[in-house]
T-cell receptor
Framework: DTEVTQTPKHLVMGMTNKKSLKCEQH?????MYWYKQKAKKPPELMFV???????INESVPSRFSPECPNSSLLNLHLHALQPEDSALYLC??????????????FGPGTRLTVL | AQTVTQSQPEMSVQEAETVTLSCTYD???????LFWYKQPPSRQMILVIR??????QNATENRFSVNFQKAAKSFSLKISDSQLGDAAMYFC?????????FGRGTQLTVWP
């Protein structure tokens, strides 16, 4: 089973709201990723967690705050977002970080709209 | 720097025909992997096929096969017997040292 789940599917929020995106996998993977994808563009890496520790932060603004409470769960906390943050947010997981072949499996994404 | 180039922003194919999507990459790494992902309108990125750079044999998954030319740094995807469900954005991706580098994608249309 190569399933990564994400909730919610859609999210509309105002610039003063606080919300969270959730990602879950039960494949025993130890690496999890957040990507941001604008329409008709490739995904852009935001964060990488390996063994529940943050390994990469691609200079993402602090209004995005990731959290990895356990090896199966990855959250992305959102606060004071801007309209340009509207995008598809994809979660992915892989067996191990930096150990090839590190095939990443993606979730269905959360479509975020910031008003 | 790792770069992935997909030179065809859009392609179209008739149902049951064959289409080839191009991808080239640039790297100085010796250990890397190459992937094709498909993203239909439903948005989910779906793994289509994977190629290990150290393997000379081209990967095949049912109707999908690759032509991997390591010296030329080329990694094209061939879709045989195209089906309506193959319509999607296709991303070529290169993996090295824990990072996935994506091309800009090729939008594939399948005509009945």
């Amino acid at each position: 089973d190569t399933e990564v789940t994400q909730t919610p599917k859609h999210l509309v929020m105002g610039m003063t709201n606080k919300k969270s995106l959730k990602c879950e996998q039960h494949m025993g993977h130890r690496a999890m990723y957040w990507y941001k994808q604008k329409a008709k563009k490739p995904p852009e890496l935001m964060f990488v967690y390996s063994y529940e520790k943050l390994s990469i932060n691609e200079s993402v603004p602090s209004r995005f705050s990731p959290e990895c409470p356990n090896s199966s769960l990855l959250n992305l906390h959102l606060h004071a977002l801007q309209p340009e943050d509207s995008a598809l947010y994809l979660c992915a997981s892989s067996q191990e970080y930096r150990v090839g072949p590190d095939t990443q499996y993606f979730g269905p994404g959360t479509r975020l709209t910031v008003l | 720097a790792q770069t992935v180039t997909q030179s065809q922003p859009e392609m179209s194919v008739q149902e049951a025909e064959t289409v080839t999507l191009s991808c080239t990459y640039d790297t100085s790494e010796s250990d890397y992997y190459l992937f094709w992902y498909k993203q239909p309108p439903s948005r989910q990125m779906i793994l289509v096929i994977r190629q290990e750079a150290y393997k000379q044999q081209n990967a095949t998954e049912n109707r999908f096969s690759v032509n991997f030319q390591k010296a030329a740094k080329s990694f094209s995807l061939k879709i045989s017997d195209s089906q309506l469900g193959d319509a999607a954005m296709y991303f070529c991706a290169y993996w090295a040292l824990g990072r996935l580098y994506f091309g800009r994608g090729t939008q594939l249309t399948v005509w009945p």
